[in-house]
């Protein structure tokens, strides 16, 4: 018996020598092949990532793709002329979701069935859309809607500036002091001396997010009469929304920005293109790089037709205005744009990467028959939302003027 043990005892030992052997002989496999699987996972994660926050930037959804899908689908049997309307990035998503969302109710509205449509959304009295609204008789022959059909193609103020995500409509951000703080860098005079000290001081600043929003009561019969409705209510409310973002944002930024307009050291009168081209250098002398302008039209105008001097002059140096084959107006380089959102020869001239826009919700769509009268006057009402504000990081960098 002692043998067979023995015999047993000698097999386990050999067998648990050659599984530390293996053991030891893979570990260093092992380990990479789980170092090499954690790092794909943390690409993947980082990947999905960023594909949410770019979607985010946009105030669009998965939900928006999957109904501008849904939206191309039922403008097969809808009539659009000789060509279909296209629209553009977020436009498009929105536009195709209040499509969608008419089209969702379609059967009711045709029926002039009632019904809960939505979550219960409070409003006031407004001025409803009926088919009163379009001056005609006949709605059959309708087009959708075209450009042209309202004045639209404004630059808006979101062309300017980036947009950040916020997961409250409560902010703080830390403003560096001018002077930022006491002491310089400077050198050590000699070996063993004390070293310059330095400080920096900040002021934190405070930012209320606020919905930008609108709404229209629309009759169900505009719905059933009036063709072009479906295409062009999303467009033409986004349009409106974008120009009084354009109004705010732009009287926000003209009322803190304080870069100066200081003509010191400039010798003569100085005309539209000096003027712009000395604010742009106080700018730089501030260590800022002025990347755009946005002007009044007119000053616009009386840049592209300046006359230095008696009419018919030219510069005796580099021209500092120049217009490209498009039609894009340069000076020194740097894009000038003509908006309607600056009016009275106004100016507006800054680094554009010191401003942001800060959204806790992108653009949101909802609507609803369950409040008040709506119910019972066959009306719809739809709501066009975005929660916003303008943080502006550095108000120096931006230098604003009436140029005559």
């Not at 075209?146 to 004045?151: A, D, F, V």
């Not at 081209?277 to 302008?293: D, T």
């Not at 380089?333 to 100016?347: D, F, I, Q, S």
Request: with cysteine; net charge negative.
């Amino acid at each position: 018996m002692s043998e067979v043990k023995e015999a047993v005892e000698q097999v386990q030992e050999s067998v648990k020598k050659y599984k530390d052997e293996l053991e030891k002989k893979y570990e260093k496999d092992i380990k990479q092949l789980k170092e090499e699987a954690e790092k794909e996972k943390k690409e993947l994660t980082d990947k999905v990532k960023e594909a949410n926050l770019k979607v985010a930037e946009l105030g669009g959804t998965i939900e928006d793709t999957i109904n501008e899908v849904k939206e191309l689908k039922a403008a097969k049997g809808r009539f659009r002329g000789t060509a279909s309307l296209k629209y553009e990035g977020l436009r498009n998503n929105i536009a195709s979701g209040i499509a969608q969302a008419i089209g969702e109710k379609k059967a009711e509205i045709m029926a002039s069935a009632g019904g809960a449509m939505m979550k219960h959304h409070e409003i006031k009295a407004v001025g409803d859309m009926t088919s009163a609204n379009l001056a005609t008789d006949n709605y059959i022959s309708m087009l959708d809607w075209r450009p042209g059909m309202e004045p639209t193609g404004q630059f808006h103020f979101r062309n300017l500036v980036r947009t950040l995500l916020s997961e409250t409509d409560f902010i703080q951000y830390p403003r560096a002091n001018t002077p930022i703080g006491e002491g310089s860098f400077g050198r050590q005079a000699a070996e063993g001396d004390t070293k310059p000290q330095v400080d920096r001081d900040y002021t934190m600043q405070t930012l209320t997010l606020l919905p930008m929003a609108a709404y229209a009561v629309v009759s169900r019969q505009a719905l059933r009469n009036i063709i072009f409705l479906q295409s062009w209510l999303p467009t033409s409310l986004m349009d409106q929304m974008e120009d009084s973002e354009d109004s705010a944002f732009a009287n926000t930024l003209v009322a803190a920005a304080t870069g100066s307009t200081s003509t010191t050291g400039f010798t003569g009168t100085a005309n539209v293109a000096d003027k712009l081209v000395i604010y742009m250098k106080n700018l730089i002398k501030a260590k800022y790089n002025p990347n755009g302008l946005a002007v009044d039209p007119n000053v616009w105008a009386n840049l592209i037709l300046l006359r230095p001097g008696t009419a018919g002059e030219s510069y005796s140096g580099p021209v500092p205005v120049v217009v490209d084959t498009n039609g894009t107006v340069r000076i020194l380089g740097k894009p000038v744009y003509p908006v309607n959102w600056l009016t009275g020869n106004r100016v507006l001239i800054g680094d554009w990467t010191k401003a942001a826009i800060v959204q806790s919700e992108g653009l949101t769509l909802r609507q609803t028959d369950s409040h008040a009268s709506l119910f019972t006057s066959n009306e719809i009402c739809f709501l066009l939302e975005r929660t916003e504000g303008l943080a502006i990081f550095r108000p120096d960098a931006f230098t604003t003027a009436v140029i005559s």
